[in-house]
């Protein structure tokens, strides 16, 4: 998993530095291109190694596909709520509205989408809830290896959301044990960025002392947060009984 990791870093340093060449001022297209070296290296130490690339990311198709995706496009629904909920307590993710302001023209907005919206989702899953939470199950209790591989994706995400998005993990890789796919994890997290990234767009820039938060705000918020929570806890209920679990939050 180390080396694996490994040579995906390297090839995404080496991709970065062609990546300028290309790219040259493109903030989009160079993060584009530095997700897929990364995802391109890994792919590449497992294919040297011996490994099947789609077993060890966890890339395999669903035992019921159509009732999972529509449970999977509820829970990103539900987790969409909880980040609107956290964004008005904690703030305006700062760095995202920096990076995505500095967008222009229509090239860079198509290759932010594409970077945002369909790359990331599926790269960042299928390291985390693919490679590292896959590995981790085979060696400790299901819970602690979703916990473990939540923190570095959590940590990816900069310091301040950390312990949001650890905790907004946490379903979304007990989705991934259940079925064994990192297909509904994909689907959620592509639900959430793309949103995410329209309301940054659409939004432009937003100072931190522009938020008012009222009490009456921060009681709205919590609520939602707690109902948000909930309404996943009760979603994966409904997966682990999809795949036949009869107790799964116990399991």
Known sequence: MLAAFGAGLASA????????LVAGESLALAS??????????????LGVSGRRVAGALRLGPLPAPAPTYVLAL???VALLLANFAATALLGPPLRDIEFVTQVEGMAERIALAVSVALAAPLIEESLFRGLLQGVLEDRMRPWFAISAAAL???LLHGPEPALFFFFWSLPVGWVTWRTGSVRPAVLVHAVNNLV???GLLLSGTVRPEEIERTAGTIAFSLALLAAAALWSVRLCRRVGLLMGEGSPLRA
């Open 74 to 76: 509820k829970l990103g």
């Open 32 to 45: 584009l291109l530095v997700e897929v070296g990364f995802l391109a290296g890994v792919i590449a130490y």
């Open 196 to 198: 995410g990234l329209t």
């Open 13 to 20: 340093v080496l991709v970065a530095g062609l990546g300028v």
């Open 152 to 154: 570095p994706f959590a």
